[in-house]
């Protein structure tokens, strides 16, 4: 049986020989270039990959690929800190409360709400890493009220509370 031959979008070529000819221009900001052109490449392969992938079961794909809880999707993502509710969301993407429940459910593998607390508690986690924002900035950034209420979530999910994870002490040991 002989190996199909498997052709590349026109658009792979086009950018790797962008990237190429970046790389050995030495101009100013190549760099730069460089990066966003590996970014669009990035972006290329995965729209790629979805446009071709089974997206008729429950997966994160089928999701993406289902234009209004993808929507959704983008809005918790891109506005963690947003007063979300179920109605709040499915009204944004254009669907009834209880069908947005359900689709979301399906498509993304739980509920629109625990979506919701993970994408907050995960960039919580991300930021307490990455900045020196005071835990109350860092609650009220990804939609809480306050430092408490983030503090309480976060311990659920992670084990530790947010400053003995910010200071990077793994769950289970203690500060000395």
Known sequence: MRSQQVSSPSWINAIVALVKDEAHSAQPGAETVITRLSEILFVQAVREYVRSADTSRGTLLAALADPQIAEALALIQLHPGEPWTLALLARHVGLSRSAFSARFTSLVGMPAMHYLLD?????????????????????????????????????????????????????????R
């Not at 005071?134 to 992670?158: E, I, M, Q």
């Open 119 to 175: 994408v907050r508690l995960t960039k919580a986690a991300a930021l307490l890493r990455t900045q020196s924002a005071t835990l109350h900035a860092v609650a009220r950034s990804v939609g809480y009220d306050s430092d408490v209420s983030l503090s309480k979530a976060f311990k659920r999910r992670f084990g530790v509370a947010p400053g003995t994870y910010r200071r990077g002490i793994p769950p289970g040991r203690h500060e």
